[in-house]
């Protein structure tokens, strides 16, 4: 169930941030308040999840997924631009969850 928890954190953090983007600075009210929402939502639920799960796997995988889902965001919703590096980073980014995961940390 922890995982469950994280996933809905992540998916949380991911809709924060989206809801941060579109609050224009905190600007716009509805955005802004999503933002708050979600992010004091997404708060709770990975605490919920730190339970069973060591933080370092936890922590590492909910910024990774955090990370790489935004950055599809960015690029498909917001048209940021999209580069080589920019994708090469990404994947040193899950690489680096994958090596947390893979390195003894039992679950």
Do not use: Q, R
């Not at 954190?9 to 941030?17: K, M, N, Q």
């Not at 009210?29 to 004091?40: F, M, N």
């Amino acid at each position: 169930m922890e995982w469950i928890y994280l996933i809905g954190a992540i998916i949380l953090e991911t809709i924060g941030t989206t809801c941060m983007k579109m609050s224009d600075g905190f600007t716009k009210l509805l955005p802004a308040l999503g933002t708050i929402l979600t992010y004091g939502l997404c708060f709770v639920l990975f605490s919920i999840s730190l339970k069973k799960i060591p933080v370092s796997v936890a922590y590492a995988i909910w910024a990774a997924a955090g990370t790489t889902i935004i950055s599809v965001i960015g690029i498909f919703i917001f048209k940021e631009n999209i580069s080589i590096l920019k994708v090469l980073s990404i994947f040193f980014i899950i690489l680096g969850v994958v090596g947390l995961n893979l390195s003894g940390v039992s679950h």
